[in-house]
C-alpha cells in the first residue's frame, strides 16, 4: 500500500534535514564555477505576500537549477530594515521602530523558511544592525573624503503645521496635503547631503557590460536624459547674466520671450513692484505642486509677467521675463529661452498670453506664418529669419549631426556669447531624510572646524534607543537632550553637533550583494578573499519599478567604490577577468518579474479583503504547490490575476507523480514482453523533456518548462500499466522526471528521489543530459493543402525527402478527391517538416 502524499510533513521534515546538514551553505571554491544568484532584499513589513513568493521562488528555482548544472551556487537573504513605515507604526501603535523591524523580521524569516528556498541563511545582512550600518557610513566618509558627497539647500515637502520634512507617500491628494494633519503642504529648502552621481551620466549610458531587460535600459537612458545642444548667455537689462541651455540653438532668433522657474533666484530681484504681488502669489502657488504635475504635457501652461526684460544676445532684441511652473529649476540653469513656434510647451504659453510667435525654420515647400499656426512645427527645413544663417538646412537630427545646430554653435563659440555643451535630466543623488529610523550621517558641524567626518574608529554612530515619537512625525533625534552635541574630532570643542539628517534607504540597498559575501566581517565591508570570488553578482531578479532608482543607484554605488579604491584589496582568482571590469557592473543579468493581482484584477490590498495569503496556501496545498503554481500560472514577466483554483491542476500534478513513483513496482509482470517501439517512444519523451525544460529555465519561462513535466506526467500515466514499468527506461524517465523536478518542487522531489534510493540530496545531484538524437520523432505529421486550403494531414518519416513528401501528397486518398477531373497541378511547394501545398 503506497502511503500518502502530505506534503506539510515532508516539508518540515526536508527543511529541518537540510538546515541541520547545511546544504545550502556556500562556501569559495576555487576549482568550481561560482553562480551568485541574488533576488531583491524584502522590506520587513510584517508578513510575506504573495508577490514576495513570485518573485523568489522562480528565482530560487533558477539558482538550484544552476547548481545542479555543475556552478558552486550563492543565494542569500536579508532585510532592508531601516524606513519611514517603521517610524509610522511607532506613532501610530506606541511601540519603538527597532521593536517593530525585529519582530517583523523574525516572522518574515519563519515564512521565507517555509517557502523551501537555497537560502544561505548564515550570511543574512539586516541593514539596521550596526555592524551593517557601520559600514553604510564607512561609505558615507568614503565619497566624502573623495569630493562625491556635498551638502547644498535643496527644497523638500514640508508640512507647517507638523513642523516636519514629508516624503513622498505622505502628501496626498491633487491639492498636496499632509497625511497626517490635511494641511496644504509647502517646498521649503534645507541644506542637505547629495551624492554626485551626475559625474557618472555618460558612464551609467554604457550598458555594453550588462544583459539587462531592454526596458529597464531604455528607462535609465531616458532618465538621465543626456542632450546635446548650446549654453547661451543672455543678459537682464540691469546686467544680470541668464545662462540657458537649449537643444535647438538654430532657432535662438525665433526667442520671443523667456521664461523661468519659480525657484529661480534672480525671480524676486527682478520683479517690479508692479507686478510683485502677483509673482509672489504665483511663486507660492508653484511651491505647492509636484514636479511631476508640473511637467506634465497635459497640464494647462500657465503664469506670470515679472515686468522685467531680457536681450537676446544673438540679434539684440529685447524680450519679456515671464514666471512659469513648466521650467524646472532642476534642469539646465532653470531658465529657458523660449521659441513658440518651434516648441509645444512655448506655443501654447505664447497663444494663452497674446506672445509673438515667429517661424525660423520653414519646412520644404511651405510657407508657416506665426500668426496663423495652430500647432508648433518641430521637424526639419530651412532657417528664415535668422540673419546670415538664411537659407541653412536643418533635419531632424541631434546636436551637432544637424548642421544648422552645427554652424550656429560654431558662430556662438567664435562670438563669445555661447558654446557647445551636454545636459543631463539626471540629478546628484539627495540622500538626507530628516527621519530617525535610518542610517546616521557620520559627520559633525563644528563652529570652528566647519564639517568634519566622525573617526573611523568611533563607527558606527548608534541611533540613540531612548528617543520619544511625537504625533507630528518631527524627528525625535531632533528632540533627544544629549545625542545631538559631541565633542569635534579635530579641534576638541564640545559644542560641535552631530548631523540631524539620516541617509536615504536606498544607500543601505545600493551595497547590500557585498555585504552578503561576509556579514559579520568587522575589519572591511566586505571579506576580499569572498569579493574576488563571487563577484560580480551573476543573477539579479526584482521588480522594474526599481529601474530609476535603486537598480540606477547600485550602479552608480559600485562604480564610486571602484574609483575611491574600495577593490583594491581584491584580485580576482581568475586571472583573465581584471578588478576594473569585474566591478563595473553590480549585476551581469537582470530579469524582472510581473506583479500578482487580486482574483477581482485589483491590487491586493488588506483593506480590500482581497489577499492570497501564502501561509494559508502552505498550510492548506503545501509550499511545493504554491511555488509551482506561481511559476506555472503565469508567464513570469507578466504576471496577472490570481485564480485559487487555478492551483488546483497543480495539486493534481504532483500527486499523479506521487502515485507513478510510489505505485510503478505494482503491476509488475516481469514475463511480459516490452516492445521495442514503446521504449523508444518513452526514452524520446524524456529526452525531449530534458531539452525543453532546460532551455526553459535557462530563460526564466517556468510557466512552460511545467508544462512540458506535466506532459512527461501524462506519457508516464499511460505506460504505467503496462510491462514497460519493469524496464530500466521506465526507472530511468522516473528518475529524470524527479530531477527536473527538483529546482521547482524541493520537497516532493527529495522525498521520492530518498524513496527510489537515490543517494541524498537530489540538490546535489547532476542535471540530465538531453540528447537530440534521441529525442528526434520518428515521424512527423505534414499538413496537405490544395491552394492554400488544408485538405488532408499525414503521417511521414521525419527524414522525408521533398520528393518523397510530394509523391505521398499526390497519392492521399483525400487529396485524389479533389484532384479528379483536374489538369495537372501548376506546382507544388514544400515546406520541410511542416506542409506540401498543391496549386492546382
Given at each position: ?12 521534515k ?12 556556500s ?5 568550481a ?5 541574488l ?15 513570485y ?23 536579508g ?8 517610524e ?9 521602530p ?15 523558511k ?107 537612458t ?6 546635446e545642444?548650446a ?51 504665483y ?19 500657465t ?14 532684441e ?10 524646472m529649476?532642476?534642469?539646465?540653469s ?7 513656434a ?32 495652430s ?62 529610523w ?19 574608529d ?7 534607543d ?29 559644542d ?36 574576488s ?51 563595473t ?10 506583479i ?18 501564502p ?50 513496482q ?11 517501439s ?13 531539452l525543453?525544460?532546460t532551455?526553459?529555465?535557462e530563460?526564466f ?10 506532459e512527461?506526467r501524462?506519457?508516464l ?9 519493469n ?28 524513496f ?25 505529421t ?49 515546406v ?5 501545398n498543391?496549386?492546382l
Amino acid at each position: 500500500m503506497a502511503r500518502e502524499y502530505i506534503p506539510q510533513e515532508i516539508e518540515t521534515k526536508w527543511q529541518k534535514h537540510w538546515e541541520d546538514t547545511g546544504l545550502y551553505r556556500s562556501k569559495v571554491d576555487p576549482n568550481a564555477p561560482k553562480h551568485y544568484a541574488l533576488t531583491m532584499l524584502p522590506y520587513p513589513s510584517g508578513d510575506l505576500h504573495i508577490g514576495h513568493w513570485y518573485a523568489m521562488a522562480p528565482s530560487d528555482t533558477r539558482a538550484r537549477y544552476m547548481r545542479m548544472r555543475g556552478f558552486n551556487v550563492l543565494f542569500p537573504m536579508g532585510f532592508d530594515a531601516f524606513g519611514l513605515p517603521a517610524e509610522n507604526a511607532a506613532i501610530k501603535r506606541n511601540i519603538h521602530p527597532k521593536e517593530w523591524t525585529y519582530s517583523n523580521i523574525s516572522n518574515m524569516r519563519r515564512q521565507l523558511k517555509s517557502m523551501g528556498a537555497m537560502f544561505d541563511w548564515a550570511r543574512e545582512a539586516i541593514s539596521s544592525d550596526p555592524k551593517y550600518y557601520r559600514w553604510t557610513q564607512w561609505f558615507f566618509i568614503q565619497f566624502f573624503n573623495h569630493g562625491l558627497a556635498y551638502k547644498k539647500m535643496a527644497p523638500v515637502d514640508f508640512c507647517p503645521a507638523c513642523n516636519t520634512t514629508l516624503a513622498r507617500e505622505q502628501v496626498w491628494g491633487e491639492d498636496r496635503r499632509c497625511e497626517r494633519c490635511e494641511t496644504r503642504v509647502i517646498k521649503k529648502n534645507l541644506n542637505q547631503w547629495f551624492f554626485r552621481i551626475t559625474d557618472y551620466a555618460d558612464d551609467l549610458l554604457d550598458f555594453s557590460g550588462i544583459q539587462w531587460p531592454e526596458r529597464v535600459v531604455a528607462m535609465q537612458t531616458n532618465w538621465i536624459g543626456r542632450s546635446e545642444g548650446a549654453e547661451v548667455i543672455f543678459t537682464t537689462e540691469r546686467g544680470d547674466e541668464l545662462p540657458v541651455f537649449t537643444t535647438r540653438p538654430d532657432t535662438l532668433w525665433g526667442a520671443t520671450f523667456m521664461v523661468m522657474a519659480p525657484e529661480h533666484p534672480l525671480v524676486a530681484a527682478l520683479t517690479t513692484d508692479e507686478q510683485r504681488t502677483e509673482v509672489q502669489a504665483y511663486v507660492e502657488q508653484a511651491a505647492r505642486a509636484s514636479d511631476i504635475e508640473r511637467e506634465s504635457a497635459e497640464r494647462e501652461k500657465t503664469g506670470v509677467f515679472t515686468g522685467a526684460y531680457a536681450i537676446n544676445p544673438v540679434n539684440g532684441e529685447r524680450i519679456p521675463i515671464w514666471v512659469a511652473d513648466y521650467v524646472m529649476m532642476t534642469y539646465g540653469s532653470g531658465a529657458i529661452m523660449a521659441v513658440p513656434a518651434h516648441d509645444e510647451r512655448d506655443f501654447a504659453f505664447a497663444r494663452k498670453y497674446g506672445l509673438a510667435v515667429r517661424v525660423v525654420i520653414q519646412p520644404e515647400g511651405e510657407s508657416l506664418d506665426g500668426a496663423t499656426m495652430s500647432a508648433a512645427y518641430v521637424g526639419g527645413g530651412v532657417m528664415v529669419n535668422s540673419d546670415q544663417f538664411n537659407g541653412t538646412v536643418v533635419t531632424d537630427d541631434k546636436g551637432r549631426r544637424n548642421p544648422g545646430i552645427s554652424q550656429v554653435i560654431d558662430w556662438l563659440e567664435q562670438n563669445q556669447i555661447g558654446h557647445e555643451a551636454i545636459s543631463y535630466r539626471l540629478r546628484d543623488w539627495l540622500i538626507s531624510r530628516q527621519r530617525y529610523w535610518g542610517a546616521p550621517i557620520p559627520m559633525i558641524h563644528c563652529p570652528d572646524c566647519g564639517i568634519v567626518p566622525v573617526p573611523m574608529d568611533d563607527l558606527p554612530v548608534l541611533l540613540p534607543d531612548d528617543v520619544k515619537f511625537v504625533p507630528t512625525g518631527e524627528s525625535p533625534l531632533k528632540l533627544h537632550p544629549a545625542w545631538k552635541f559631541t565633542t569635534c574630532p579635530q579641534c576638541g570643542r564640545e559644542d560641535a553637533e552631530r548631523e540631524m539628517d539620516t541617509m536615504d534607504t536606498f544607500m543601505c540597498s545600493s551595497w547590500y550583494q557585498y555585504r552578503y559575501l561576509s556579514p559579520d566581517e568587522d575589519s572591511y565591508p566586505f571579506d576580499p578573499e569572498e569579493a574576488s570570488y563571487w563577484l560580480p553578482v551573476d543573477q539579479y531578479t526584482g521588480g522594474i519599478e526599481h529601474a530609476t532608482m535603486h537598480l540606477l543607484y547600485t550602479r552608480f554605488f559600485t562604480r564610486a567604490m571602484r574609483d575611491c579604491g574600495v577593490f583594491q584589496p581584491v584580485r580576482p582568482m581568475n586571472p583573465d577577468l581584471q578588478p576594473d571590469t569585474i566591478f563595473t557592473e553590480p549585476m551581469t543579468r537582470l530579469h524582472n518579474q510581473g506583479i500578482i493581482l487580486a482574483e477581482d484584477r485589483e491590487k491586493m490590498s488588506k483593506s480590500r479583503g482581497n489577499v492570497a495569503d501564502p501561509d494559508d496556501l502552505v498550510e492548506k496545498y503545501g509550499a511545493d504547490a504554491v511555488r509551482a503554481y506561481l511559476m506555472f500560472a503565469f508567464k513570469w514577466e507578466q504576471g496577472g490575476p490570481w485564480d485559487s483554483q487555478g492551483i488546483n491542476g497543480v495539486v493534481r500534478f504532483l500527486n499523479d507523480v506521487w502515485s507513478l513513483v510510489t505505485e510503478y513496482q505494482s503491476v509488475s509482470d516481469a514475463q511480459m514482453t516490452v516492445p521495442a517501439s514503446a521504449i523508444r517512444a518513452l526514452e524520446r519523451k524524456v529526452h525531449q523533456t530534458i531539452l525543453d525544460v532546460t532551455a526553459d529555465i535557462e530563460e526564466f519561462s517556468f510557466n512552460t518548462s511545467i508544462a512540458k513535466l506535466m506532459e512527461l506526467r501524462n506519457t508516464l500515466q499511460e505506460f504505467s500499466d503496462t510491462p514497460v514499468v519493469n524496464t530500466s527506461a521506465w526507472r530511468q524517465a522516473i528518475r529524470t522526471l524527479l530531477l527536473l523536478m527538483a529546482p521547482i518542487t524541493p520537497h516532493i522531489a527529495e522525498e521520492l528521489w530518498q524513496f527510489i534510493g537515490g543517494e541524498y540530496s537530489i540538490h546535489q545531484q547532476p542535471w540530465p543530459e538531453g540528447n537530440e538524437s534521441i529525442a528526434a520523432e520518428e515521424t512527423i505529421t505534414l499538413v496537405v493543402q490544395v491552394n492554400g486550403k488544408v485538405r488532408d494531414r499525414i503521417q511521414v518519416p521525419a527524414d522525408i525527402s521533398e520528393s518523397e513528401a510530394k509523391q505521398i501528397a499526390l497519392e492521399s486518398d483525400a487529396i485524389g478527391r479533389f484532384l479528379q477531373g483536374q489538369k495537372p497541378p501548376r506546382k507544388i511547394v514544400y515546406v520541410p517538416g511542416r506542409l506540401v501545398n498543391i496549386v492546382l
